[in-house]
Structure formats: structure tokens, C-alpha cells
């Protein structure tokens, strides 16, 4: 099966609007896809999710991994089936998370400088450098649900994301903070290399059983380019991936404001044209833009709903706190062109107070309007670049 068709490029960019085809159906990109890190898109029901013109659900196999467990979503069926949703899924590898609550810093500390040892990231507690540890094996951490002990290796990721079922899934990669020194991100372009051609090597060998017993399930494997802020190891990082037989690719590692154009582009310069690249956890519309323009196409973030759940609202005019007193007697929409169950129903007055009074209501419709308002963001680029504007 062909994962990916291109519609149309741009002439002045790297933009390209396009098709990823899975077995549960088509994407159209560029596409944002909603987060649902535990099988649900918080607050949302999937009607919701549809009628927002949602194409796809990002899940979290970290999470899905420590609770309920993939046996138990394999049994029900696979992910989209347990969560009762009729679109393709995604699901990430697991390891930013293993990462974010903190990688163990100590084994590298015999390798590095006195300097570097005080240069530890901040983000790293000294509790926490003793509840992960990486090695080239993998990555072993804690729950963070109970504290059980938990190892997560290429092969294993392979296989706990086979049986969440997700018609898109990650490699294993090492995600140091933006921050980290570039011995850390040096070393992390390597790992993540080897790691990822283990876990592709890992799902051929499912793939082969599959064909000897004639089961019809297609996963598409994307690999992670990993390298911080330094082009010269994005660029490394992109041609090791590039090298690999993925069907498509992921771009991880946090950016700033400031490099995130400039960072993606020198990847995707480098990236097989003719496959799907995925831009991990970029959400802010202007990022997007500045990612589409660099060869992106798809996105995933939790902010439109984090943000949506605590009032922060997006507009045309920037971004509001509805929660701010002024908009106690504003009855406008929150949008004017915005074509969301929210703005077609609610004045900012209303949310303003549900906000205000704590109401559950508030973080379902916040959550509407920030999803579909970046949906439609991006449906709106994707007719720009057919149309040839962008
Ligand atoms: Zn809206």
C-alpha cells in the first residue's frame, strides 16, 4: 500500500499538500492531529472530534502501555476500535515521556567534565536521575501511576505498539531537553539512529509473519530525526534516517521560536521527498506555518486543548484569557470566523462565566474551539498551497 501521494508543491517553498493513505482511511496534509495521549482526546467525545474535522488521533504508548496495558486494547480490538473512533491513529513511541520525567544523567556523568556535571539540565530532579537510565539498550524507568519498574527497549516499543494496533507508529529515540550540551545530542542522533533501524528490523520480522499467516494489518513505521538546536547534527541525524527503509518520519526534540523554520528546513532538505514527515508536539499557528513552509506534514500537540481547558482561548487577533474580567458582558463569539460548535452557540460572556464558575462544561467547548480553530488553520494552508498562494 502507497502511504503517501503529493498533490501539489509549492514553487517558492518546501510546502506540499498531499495524501497519507493508511487502512483506516486518508489524511489530507498538511493536517493537525489531536492529541489523545490516554485513548481519549480530553473532554471530547469522538462525534466531536469528527464534526471538528479531525483526521486522525495521536495516542501516547507510554501511558497506554502503564495503564490499561496494550494486551487489553489488542483484545478490544486495537486502539481506534477500544475508543470507539472511526479514524487512523498514531501512536508516538513512548520514549519523550520515559525522557521528560527525567533521563539518568548519572551513568553519563563518568564520561563528562566537572563543568558539564553542574550543567546537568535543570529538568532533571536529582530523585528523578534515579528513577530513569538509559542505556543502548533502552531506556528503564518507574511508573509514574505506581511506581513499578518498567524497561523500554526497540524491540519492546515495536511490540507494545503493535498491539495498541495504530496505523501510524514511532521508533524508539533519545529526546535530550533543547537545552542539553552537544555531546548529549551528539550522542542521541546515534542512539536513536541504532535504536530506530531495531525497530524497524523488529516490525519486518512481524510483517513477515503476517504475510506467512495472511493477516491484513499495515503499520507504517516513522523514524525520529533527532539533533537539537545544531544544524550540522539535524542534518547528520536527517541523513542516517533518510538512509533507513521508513515509511515516513518524525522530527522530534523541542524547538524555539526562533529556529524552528530554520531547523526543519535543513531536515526536510535532506528527507526522501516522497515520504510524510511528522513535526512531534508543535502546535502554535505561526509554527505551523513556518513547519508547513519547511516540508511538514502533519503536527500533534496537547497545547490547543491544554490551553482550551484553562481558558486560553485562540483568535483571529491573537490569543485571549476568557477567564479576564472584560469579557464578563462581551457577547461576541470568540471568533468571528470561526465555524466551531462553540462559536456558533456561545458568547464569550457564557464562557467567561462558566469559566469563571468552574463549570465542566467550560474545558469541552475551550477544547472545541482551540481544535478546530488550528484545524481549520491548517485546512485553510492546505487549499493555499493548491491553489498555488503558498
Ligand atoms: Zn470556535
Given at each position: 500500500m502507497k502511504h503517501f501521494s503529493i498533490n501539489k508543491k509549492s514553487k517558492r517553498s518546501l510546502a506540499r499538500a498531499g495524501v497519507i493513505h493508511t487502512l483506516s482511511g486518508e489524511i489530507k496534509t498538511p493536517a493537525f492531529i489531536p492529541v489523545g495521549t490516554r485513548a481519549t482526546v480530553k473532554g471530547l467525545k469522538v462525534n466531536d472530534l469528527y464534526d471538528l474535522g479531525a483526521q486522525a488521533i495521536l495516542a501516547n504508548t507510554y501511558h497506554l502501555h502503564l495503564r490499561p496495558g496494550e494486551k487489553i486494547i489488542a483484545k478490544s480490538g486495537g486502539l481506534a476500535q477500544y475508543m470507539g473512533a472511526n479514524l487512523p491513529t498514531f501512536t508516538d513511541s513512548g520514549g519523550f515521556q520515559a525522557f521528560s520525567l527525567g533521563a539518568d544523567l548519572t551513568k553519563r556523568r563518568s564520561k563528562i567534565s566537572a563543568k558539564e556535571k553542574r550543567d546537568i539540565p535543570t529538568h532533571v530532579s536529582k530523585n528523578e536521575r534515579d528513577i530513569v537510565h538509559i542505556n543502548d539498550d533502552g531506556i528503564s524507568f518507574r511508573s509514574i501511576y505506581d511506581g513499578s519498574k518498567h524497561f523500554f527497549t526497540p524491540e519492546s516499543c515495536i511490540?507494545?505498539?503493535?498491539?495498541?494496533?495504530?496505523?501510524?507508529?514511532?521508533?524508539?529515540?533519545?529526546?535530550?531537553?533543547?537545552?542539553?550540551?552537544?555531546?548529549?545530542?551528539?550522542?542521541?542522533?546515534?542512539?536513536?539512529?541504532?535504536?530506530?533501524?531495531?525497530?524497524l528490523a523488529r516490525l519486518n520480522t512481524h510483517r513477515k509473519k503476517d504475510r506467512q499467516r495472511n493477516v491484513k494489518k499495515i503499520q507504517f513505521l516513522y523514524g525520529i530525526v533527532q539533533g537539537g538546536r545544531v544544524r550540522e547534527l539535524r542534518e547528520a541525524s536527517a541523513r542516517l534516517a533518510a538512509a533507513q527503509n521508513y515509511d515516513g518520519y518524525g522530527i522530534g526534540g523541542s524547538f524555539d521560536k526562533e529556529d524552528i523554520g530554520a531547523s526543519v528546513f535543513?531536515?526536510?532538505?535532506?528527507?526522501?521527498?516522497d515520504k510524510p514527515r511528522h513535526l512531534l508536539g508543535i502546535g502554535e499557528p505561526e509554527d505551523i506555518l513556518l513547519a508547513i513552509k519547511s516540508g511538514c506534514d502533519t503536527f500533534d500537540c496537547v497545547a490547543p486543548t491544554r490551553m482550551g481547558r484553562n481558558?486560553?482561548?485562540?483568535?483571529?487577533?491573537?490569543k485571549i484569557n476568557i477567564t479576564n474580567s472584560r469579557f464578563k458582558n462581551d457577547f461576541n463569539s470568540i471568533d468571528k470566523e470561526c465555524d466551531c460548535f462553540t462559536c456558533t452557540n456561545h458568547s464569550r460572556g457564557y464562557l467567561h462565566h462558566l469559566f469563571r464558575t468552574g463549570e465542566m462544561l467550560a474545558g469541552v467547548l475551550g477544547s472545541i474551539h482551540n481544535l478546530r480553530y488550528i484545524i481549520r488553520y491548517v485546512e485553510n494552508i492546505r487549499l493555499k498551497i493548491i491553489d498555488g498562494k503558498i
Open positions: 511490540d507494545i505498539q503493535r498491539l495498541l494496533g495504530a496505523d501510524i507508529i514511532f521508533s524508539l529515540d533519545e529526546c535530550p531537553p533543547t537545552d542539553a550540551k552537544h555531546s548529549v545530542h551528539e550522542n542521541a542522533v546515534h542512539r536513536s539512529a541504532l535504536w530506530g533501524e531495531r525497530c535543513f531536515v526536510n532538505s535532506i528527507l526522501p521527498e481558558g486560553t482561548l485562540y483568535t483571529g487577533q491573537g
